[in-house]
């Protein structure tokens, strides 16, 4: 009968709720056939929707947040894994509606789990977490629809986010110019040490004209911002590059018309990553731990105690936080 700490969402009365560290109990968590003593989780700003009661993310509380989660295998009833293997989970339905690495046991599908890569180690492994594989994977269909370094420079906006910090990181390592879009221009040391050519404010790439099809300003990219910034994106898109979308922390509209594909032949990706089917997944995961491997972890994370999570909650959802927060368990 193990007892561990959870870092645990309560609905106390219709659409309000606590945050709290609580006790609980491994006969508690949900079915599945691995149980992994978590040693780091990752928070994303998925995850603090989660943590604010935002339904599209759960539907059920009280709830144990963490997308994210690296650890120890505790038991296993898989052929596929066995008892003190290091391995790491992100997306799927973990931290959603399936207790997630914000406490310090998860009990998961076998069919959910990576074995950790080799030159990885178990906290490396969740600075990188869902950022670095949702990055990697933008890159990953950018390229299957054609996109090379030789086409021009990528832009990347909500630069200094988790995705934006593990997006420049990974880009320019796999040979790409890479212009940063950030709001914070006390920042821009850290992203050009990241390995961004040149930063922007976020400006740049919010169009305030509005214009359908502007001036090529970069050969293809990946936002996070979403609305204007999506529709500038793709206005400013040279011919034939790849625009990956994959997420909103801006707005959740798209506003845009027809003639970047029309005239400039563009291309429209969608990046969701959760799902990624696990041949894909291993296969990315076998990239980011070689010839994509960013190369300043240590710079992009911080590190926090379960105890800190409420404090970076709120900065996450206010826009403030820098690169990955890594949570880290246990003493
Ligand atoms: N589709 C997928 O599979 C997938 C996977 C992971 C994440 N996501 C989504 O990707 C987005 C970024 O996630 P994240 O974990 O990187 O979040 P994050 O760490 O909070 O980063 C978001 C960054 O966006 C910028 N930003 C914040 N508010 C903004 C606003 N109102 N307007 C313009 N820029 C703003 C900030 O960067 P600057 O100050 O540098 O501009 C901020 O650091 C989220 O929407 C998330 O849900 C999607």
């Known amino acids: 009968m193990t007892n561990f700490r959870a ?24 079915e599945g056939n691995v149980l992994i003593k978590v040693a780091y989780a990752g928070l994303n700003y998925k995850d603090a929707l989660s943590s604010a009661g935002h339904r599209g993310i759960t539907k059920e509380f009280p709830h144990t947040p963490g997308v994210d989660a690296s650890g120890v295998v505790a038991q296993s009833n898989s ?50 977490g869902t950022a670095g ?10 390229e299957m629809a054609g996109q090379t ?6 832009v990347v906006t909500g630069a200094t986010g988790g995705v934006g910090s593990m997006a420049i990181s990974i880009f320019s390592k796999a040979g790409y110019d890479v212009i940063a879009s950030s709001g914070k221009k006390s920042a821009y040391d850290y992203l050009k040490k990241l390995g961004a050519v040149r930063c922007e404010g976020r400006k740049f790439c919010n169009d305030e004209k509005k214009r359908p099809v502007a001036r090529p300003k970069w050969a293809g990219g990946l936002d996070t911002v979403g609305g204007n910034t999506l529709t500038s994106l793709m206005a400013s898109c040279g011919k034939n590059g790849s625009i990956a979308v994959c997420g909103l922390v801006g707005s959740p509209e798209l506003n845009a018309t027809v003639y970047p ?11 969701e990553s959760a799902e990624t089917p696990m041949e894909i ?17 240590d ?10 999570l409420d404090k970076y909650i709120l900065k996450i959802l206010d826009g403030k936080t820098q690169g990955r927060i890594v949570v880290k368990h246990g003493s």
Do not use: C
């Not at 931290?95 to 080799?118: K, S």
């Not at 594989?133 to 950018?142: E, N, P, Q, S, W």
């Not at 997944?281 to 972890?297: A, F, G, V, Y």
């Open 7 to 30: 870092y645990r969402i309560v609905e106390t009365a219709p659409g309000k709720y606590d945050r709290k560290i609580v006790e609980q109990n491994i006969n508690n968590l949900p």
């Open 79 to 128: 052929i596929l894994f066995q008892e003190g293997d290091q391995v790491l989970v992100t997306g799927y339905d973990l931290g959603m509606n399936t207790d997630g690495g914000f406490g310090e046991y998860i009990r998961v599908p076998a069919e959910w789990v990576v074995p950790l890569p080799a030159t990885f180690d178990l906290r490396s492994a969740m600075i990188l």
């Open 133 to 142: 594989f949702t990055a990697a994977l933008a890159l990953y269909k950018m």
């Open 149 to 154: 370094p030789q086409m021009g420079e990528l």
């Open 261 to 271: 594909f029309l005239l400039n032949g563009i291309n429209l990706i969608g990046v």
């Open 281 to 297: 997944r291993i296969k990315l995961w076998n990239k980011l731990s070689s010839i994509w491997k960013p190369e300043h972890l």
């Open 299 to 308: 710079e992009i994370a911080t590190d926090i105690s379960l105890d800190q």
